[in-house]
């Protein structure tokens, strides 16, 4: 114990003469090495000790911060800065306490990625949305089969994980009024944003540069693969960078990677849902899009948290869908235009080959023509049957006319005339699930079920799993009802 003080001493004071001198990186290196060996160890039981100790420890967490804004990063600062100044206004010991409480959780947060809205989500959304920690999962950016550069999963991940936490560079936000955005206010938003991305990028040449390392949508194949490191908010990579900012280049960037709050794949929690959001998220961008995506996104105000829709294995590329993958085929190709890809999943070549058959064609026009969806249903299933379509293959076709699906199974009429001749409810959403992931239509069609024939204990415990796979293991099993109410309305 006597050693390590000492050594904590020589840190502190040698982090301090590094700060003054203003050699900012080398006085973070030395703060941040300070702080790991102060909270990792044990804490002194005489007050005195204890109080000291925290003193330190709160200007070496202020000091760091000032240090890394001073090299251009902004992150998290107000709350370092307003303990700053109660600490110099000579603040009271308890004050002292709770603020190096808050900067431990916070890097635990940070370190561990556990999120904890349960009080948040029972109050209904009352305040401002929780103040979270960034955090990067157990992933790694790679060259991808599917496009240019991609994440991939480097250990088993559980779904309902979460894999990313990322706060947006910058966010804009409309309100509907329960309609559409007209053009106009459509242009005006996307100047807004791009003014806050301008803004942030002066002040922030880190941020620039890993701006910079996005796709501008040219020459995906060519692009360099950076190390997911340089993305930590800890990472002094890039801090002393110079140059100009390339407004062509940011405007492709922006164009390609900024993401809307209302796509489909993505949950936004909040209390007025009549308003709708643009963002750009530095690591989320580095996705790809799958029909048989296996993440979905929360939104949490300005933060973007991406977890795990379904169990993912160690090497598994991440993937999510840009687009509506309960629809089929051609619907699909229609909608992946607007993000210049072309899906290549092993679902859409799958479906390529079944849709040339003139038994699916004739489907797809009877229920554009508004054939009942009982025998829509029951059409598909004996086709199936008759092709030897099993497993995957039929949950694909499944998800692709799923609209057929969920009008039948939530009819009681139609379930009186088909409901013998078609498959039971449990078996279609498991299939289904096990191709899309957690999906919150299929959550919805579950509560409904439930309520309606009153499940037991066993029936809950499948929904609160699906329920995890679509809101991601943010809040505890209480609140997620709360959550489920709020959400679907079940
Ligand atoms: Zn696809």
Not at 76 to 84: I, K, N, P, W
Not at 178 to 203: T, Y
């Amino acid at each position: 114990m006597e050693e390590l003080t000492e050594q904590m001493q020589n840190l502190r004071s040698k982090a301090t003469e590094l700060f003054i001198r203003e050699e900012w990186k080398d006085s973070i290196e030395a703060y941040s090495h300070f702080i790991t060996l102060s909270t990792q160890n044990q804490t002194p039981s005489d007050p005195d000790q204890l109080q000291k100790l925290h003193k330190s420890l709160c200007i070496a967490f202020c000091n760091r911060a000032e240090a890394r804004f001073k090299l251009g990063y902004p992150y998290a600062l107000e709350c370092f800065r307003t303990a700053l100044v109660d600490s110099q206004a000579g603040g009271n010991s308890e004050m002292l306490n709770g603020y190096v409480e808050k900067c431990k959780k916070f890097e635990f947060l940070s370190r561990t990625g556990s999120i904890d809205l349960s009080d948040w989500v029972a109050s209904g959304f009352q305040g401002k949305a929780p103040e979270l920690a960034e955090h990067i999962g157990p992933v790694q950016i790679r060259k991808s089969e599917i496009s240019g550069r991609g994440m991939f999963a480097t250990k088993n991940i559980d779904a309902g994980s979460l894999i990313l936490v990322t706060k947006a560079i910058a966010m804009e936000r409309s309100i509907l009024g329960g309609k559409d955005l007209s053009e106009d206010a459509q242009l005006v938003m996307w100047k807004n944003f791009i003014d806050k991305v301008v803004d942030f990028i002066r002040k922030c040449p880190k941020t620039r540069d890993l701006i910079g390392k996005l796709s501008s949508g040219e020459d995906e194949e060519g692009l360099e693969v950076p190390d997911i490191d340089i993305f930590r908010p800890e990472s002094l990579e890039n801090m002393e960078s110079i140059g100009e900012i390339d407004m062509g280049k940011l405007f492709a960037i922006l164009d390609v990677n900024s993401l809307t709050e209302d796509a489909v794949s993505a949950n936004v929690l909040r209390k007025n849902n009549d308003c709708y959001g643009v963002g750009l998220w530095l690591l989320p961008s580095f996705i790809n899009h799958s029909c048989c995506a296996n993440v979905r996104r929360l939104h949490v105000g300005d933060y973007l948290i991406v977890h795990a829709s379904k169990d993912l294995k160690a090497g598994e590329e991440i993937t999510l869908s840009y687009f509506d993958p309960l629809c089929p085929l051609h619907k699909r190709r229609e909608m992946s235009m607007t993000w210049g890809i072309h899906c290549k999943c092993k679902r859409c070549v799958f479906e390529e080959e079944m849709f040339l058959k003139q038994e699916i064609k004739e489907i797809e026009i009877g229920l554009e023509r508004g054939m009942e969806c009982g025998g829509v249903v029951y059409k598909l299933e004996e086709h199936m049957k008759r092709w030897n379509v099993r497993g995957k293959g039929k949950a694909y076709l499944r998800a692709s006319f799923w609209s057929a699906y969920s009008e039948a199974y939530s009819s009681d009429r139609c379930m009186k005339r088909w409901g013998r001749r078609i498959p039971a409810f449990d078996a279609l959403i498991d299939s289904i699930i096990d191709v899309v992931g957690g999906d919150h239509r299929l959550l919805k069609i579950l509560m409904e079920e439930l309520k309606k024939n009153g499940g037991g204990f066993v029936e809950m415990e499948k929904a609160l799993k699906l329920a995890r796979e679509v809101y991601g293991k943010v809040v505890k099993k209480k609140a997620m009802r709360t959550l489920l109410e709020l959400c679907i309305g079940a």
